[in-house]
């Protein structure tokens, strides 16, 4: 338990734990099992070590169920000093700072194709040499031609009729629609998780319950839409990862972003579970909301930067 020393508060420190070494028995696992699947797949054919992903993934979430468990129940028992729990806020700060840094190479890589790439494929600048080796390549953005296309448009269908086939959508996923609806809930729901947190330094119990419950729903509602946005692309409008550089950094951006928007869900549902059947948190003591509630915002900042430069621009 932490102790005033000479005006400074120390840490404290628990005893060894087997949580890291387990978890990273987990995580390998899993991303081993994630490997071998993809390969196979591409492959079309099985693994004996299939299961791998499935288990390692079980496993990976055990590990850290126990693990928060056990943190959550060192700091109720008043083990964590005002030390530690600064650094716990540090440690999540320095965590999404990474994810900032995440987004922003996807960020850079879709800044770089778009602004440099395309125009040099289509014989723009010094580097414009490319459209000498795929002539009549439309440098426009989202490309309406693939190079592959531009080739076999002139005749060079046997240049490259030995790589993998890809074609430029037929239509491109416009901001109206699914997109707009999405950017509303979302950041309505960035709305709610504040009133969820002013609820809960006042006190208000039902009121923190609610807001929370009305925050994970607009969050699954988005996921949703977004699901069904990817089934129109594929089936409707022939946007799909085999699309060019359009296609890949469109399910690259939005498909990491929703993969973090259900990371946070995950994250609420657990605190919303906490708040509302076991009666944590207090006005004082509530980082583990406060943590999710950042990650939350941070994720709708995300996707105000990707609905404007993916969907408008």
């Keep these: 338990m932490a102790s005033d020393t000479g005006g400074h508060q120390t840490y404290y420190v628990p005893e060894q734990s087997k949580f890291p070494f387990l978890a990273t028995i987990g995580l390998g696992m899993f991303i081993l099992g994630t490997g071998l699947t993809m390969n196979n797949i591409k492959a079309g054919a099985e693994s004996p070590m299939s299961w791998l992903l499935p288990v390692g ?5 055990a590990v850290l169920w126990n693990w928060f468990g056990a ?10 000093s005002p030390q530690l729990k600064k650094s716990y806020v540090l440690g999540m700060q320095w965590f999404i700072f990474s994810e900032v840094m995440f987004f922003a190479a996807f960020f850079g890589a879709l800044f770089y194709v778009r602004f440099f790439v395309v125009p040099w494929l289509g014989g723009e600048g010094d580097h414009g040499l490319a459209n000498r080796l795929w002539q009549g390549f439309q440098a426009t953005w989202p490309p309406v031609q693939t190079p592959q296309e531009a080739v076999e448009a002139a005749g060079g269908a046997q240049l490259m009729a ?25 950041v309505t729901s960035s709305v709610t998780v504040h009133f969820a947190h002013t609820a809960l330094k006042a006190n208000k119990r039902s009121a923190l319950n609610l807001w929370l419950a009305v925050t994970l729903i607009l969050g699954f509602v988005f996921v949703g839409f977004q699901a069904y946005e990817y089934y129109h692309a594929y089936t409707e409008l022939g946007l799909t990862l085999a699309s060019g550089i359009y ?10 972003h929703g993969f973090h928007v259900c990371l946070g869900a995950v994250m609420l549902t657990v605190m919303f579970l906490r708040a509302s059947t076991k009666g944590h948190f207090t006005p004082e003591d509530h980082f583990g909301f ?24």
């Excluded at 993934?57 to 979430?61: E, G, M, P, Q």
Aim: aromatic fraction near 22%; glycine fraction near 6%.
């Design 57 to 61: 993934f079980a496993f990976f979430i």
């Design 247 to 256: 296609g890949s950094t469109f399910f690259l951006l939005t498909g990491f």
């Design 162 to 186: 030995k790589q993998a086939q890809y074609a430029a959508p037929a239509h491109v996923v416009g901001w109206m629609g699914i997109p707009l609806l999405n950017t509303i809930l979302l």
């Design 290 to 313: 406060e943590a999710a509630s950042w990650y939350w915002h941070f994720v709708d900042v995300v996707w105000i930067c990707l609905f404007l430069f993916v969907y408008i621009l």
């Design 71 to 80: 943190t959550i129940r060192e700091n109720r028992a008043g083990l964590n």
